[in-house]
């Protein structure tokens, strides 16, 4: 991996490009769900203040739906959405609905393969539903996850592969009565990990309306982490099909830099990756469905070390937020861009600049990356 492809890469054009905004709501699926409420958008006026910007406000994930994660939020749509399509809906039931029609049931279940959070949820979602669910993870998966997934009456499986292989592995246990449910997509499988894109949605929603109560146009900069590229994909698609079109920044970790890669390359490239802190971003290929987005939408892609986000969990639990490393990535990362005198230009940051950043995650998430 040459120095070129880990550097930062920018796309001065990225605010011009549009698209269509989504044609179903799925926030309306995730107000049907118990215990639904819109998570924080926390205002950290001390950091604004030190980083020369007019607001830094952080969306908190740290609880969402009764889990450590965002990851939920797409988790529950995509289920909800193959349930309802093997029950013949062409709509998204209701949660309620779903597990009365499925009552009768008998011998399906949920597949997936995680780092932790995503398979969580697919358990989770099986668990409400009154389904079965089996969840492959590779080694390394901090105890407290795997102990959180088998909570949820999963099936837990380990298996020496990395990430990659592990998908390819559950991809290959699934059929009709054993429905996978994947974060990333590849060809033939796109409308699962769509529908997971899609559920992500509700997150950004939620940051528009808390704004707009505030009397705020909107931010100025949006920082999200990426792993394979989902959430980032969500975030991308909603600004980039709404009137207001604020610079996006991708950060991921410097131990698998695969989007950051892929965007320098022009097209999407499988790297090696290492171990990192940021086991929710451990990735080594972008998501299909993804890529075209990210290409044509983000304006900064860059890397940050895992002693760098190991700074930003501690800084953030300073000032009140629960962040584990994935999350707190996006602090590291605004830090890098304003340090960086050429990048703070490119994404037009000044001191009336309003920056939200996405922390997807608790340190109850990733117990082992807070180490």
């Known amino acids: 991996m040459n120095a070129q492809s880990t550097s930062p890469y920018t796309h001065p054009a990225a605010r ?35 980083l020369g910007v007019g607001a830094v406000l952080i969306k908190d994930e740290s609880s969402r739906l009764g889990l450590p994660a965002f990851k939920i939020l797409g988790a529950s749509y995509a289920v909800a959405w193959a349930l309802s399509r093997r ?44 389904l079965a669910a089996t969840i492959f993870v590779p080694p390394g998966v901090a105890e407290a996850a795997r102990e959180a997934i088998v909570a949820e009456g999963a099936e837990l499986i380990e298996l020496e592969l990395s990430y990659d292989d592990l998908v390819a592995h559950a991809a290959a246990q699934a ?16 409308e699962v990990p769509q529908r997971i894109v899609d559920g992500y ?28 590229g989902s959430l980032a994909h969500a975030v991308v698609h909603h600004y980039r099909s709404t009137a207001h079109t604020p610079a996006l920044a991708v950060v991921e970790p410097e131990a698998a830099p695969s989007v950051t890669r892929a965007l320098h390359a022009g097209t999407p490239v499988s790297v090696d990756t290492g171990e990192t802190i940021m086991m929710g971003m451990n990735c080594g290929t972008v998501s299909g469905i993804a890529w075209p987005t990210l290409r044509d939408g983000v304006d900064v892609s860059l890397t940050v ?21 994935c999350g ?44």
């Open 87 to 130: 029950l013949g809906e062409d709509d998204v039931l209701p949660l309620q609905v779903l597990r009365d029609r499925l009552a009768d049931t008998e011998g399906l279940s949920l597949v997936a393969a995680t780092d932790g959070n995503h398979g969580r949820a697919v358990a989770h979602m099986a668990r409400l539903l009154g």
């Open 305 to 325: 070390s895992d002693d760098q986000a190991r700074a930003a969990v501690g800084e953030l639990r300073d000032l009140g937020v629960d962040s584990g490393p």
């Open 201 to 228: 949605s509700t997150l950004v929603q939620e940051i528009d309306e808390s704004l707009e109560v505030s009397g705020d146009p909107g931010p100025d900069l949006v920082i999200m982490p990426a792993g394979v």
């Open 328 to 371: 707190a990535a996006t602090l590291a990362g605004l830090r890098r861009i304003c340090g960086d005198a050429e990048l703070r230009r490119g994404l037009d940051l000044g001191r009336e600049s309003v920056v939200v950043l996405l922390s997807t995650e608790s340190t109850a998430a990733n117990p082992k990356g807070n180490n």
């Open 175 to 190: 059929d009709d009565d054993a429905l996978l449910i994947q974060d990333t997509s590849w060809e033939g499988y796109e």
């Open 16 to 50: 011009t490009w549009r698209t269509d905004p989504l044609a179903d709501s799925p926030i309306d699926f995730h107000r049907s769900m118990p215990g639904y409420a819109p998570t924080p958008l926390t205002s950290l006026p001390a950091l604004a203040e030190e």
